[in-house]
């Protein structure tokens, strides 16, 4: 009897910890191949004197500028702005993808997409943007709110400290800052937001009695101490 809960534990958490880990490497070599592809594309840019930023950046109000929005994240106006772009993109990038790449790259397009549309729509005619801080704002966003739309204890936990850590980036969304997009850190911001909730986990959750608690066999009856722990691991959502 005293062996039993131990080995319910390995039977019923080793897929979930093997599931973590396997998207936790996908999201770690999609944030290295995207921060490779950025990079690469920068050193191209700079040799050509920035010409890719000012013809594939977005502008705002032309139909014939819409595609601009897929391009406008890769390309930098110089290396300071690549270098303050590349540690949030990949560090909070790691953070919105390592529970699965669905829902990652779907939260990924949405914020894209909000970022260069806001751009395109409220920007004056003469400017041009482009870098990937919209990208950052949104997975900031995402990852600020999804575990609480996930009901996933460590996601708000990840959250509430990233929100603390990084809540100074809400200065980036407020107008007037010299050079900088605050347009496309508002839609980037807003496609986050919107992501973690219509993205959200909508399965409900399990309760110790249900039949997951019955089928693990002897020994784990509802209210003991093996099913208590499954249910307190599956809250904080490992």
């Known amino acids: 009897m005293t062996n039993r809960p131990a080995r319910l534990y390995s039977r019923d958490m080793a897929p979930r910890f093997a599931r973590l880990l396997r998207d936790s490497r996908a999201a770690l ?7 490779t592809v950025i990079w690469a594309v920068q050193v191209a840019n700079w040799l050509d004197d920035y010409r890719l930023s000012y013809e594939y950046g977005m502008s705002s109000g032309r139909l014939d500028e819409l595609p601009d929005l897929l391009t406008m994240p890769f390309l930098h106006f110089g290396w300071d702005h690549i270098e303050a772009n590349s540690w949030p993109l990949f560090a909070f990038g790691f953070l919105a993808a390592y529970r699965g790449m669905k829902r990652f790259l779907l939260a990924t397009a949405l914020i894209v997409v909000s970022s260069g549309l806001t751009v395109w729509w409220f920007e004056r005619p003469d400017a041009v943007t482009a870098g990937a801080s919209g990208v950052v704002y949104g997975y900031f966003g995402y990852v600020v709110l999804r575990g609480v739309f996930d009901r996933n204890l460590a996601d708000t936990v990840i959250g509430v400290v990233v929100a603390a850590l990084y809540s100074y980036l809400l200065l980036g ?42 089928a693990a066999g002897p020994g784990t009856a509802p209210g003991s101490p093996a099913s208590a722990l499954l249910k307190e691991l599956d809250d904080l959502g490992i």
């Open 29 to 35: 070599l999609t944030m290295l191949g995207v921060l």
């Open 173 to 214: 969304v407020l107008p007037g800052a010299q050079g900088v997009s605050w347009l496309g850190h508002l839609g980037g911001l807003a496609g986050g937001l919107l992501g973690a909730w219509l993205l959200r986990d909508r399965r409900p959750r399990r309760a110790p009695d249900t039949p997951a608690a019955a």
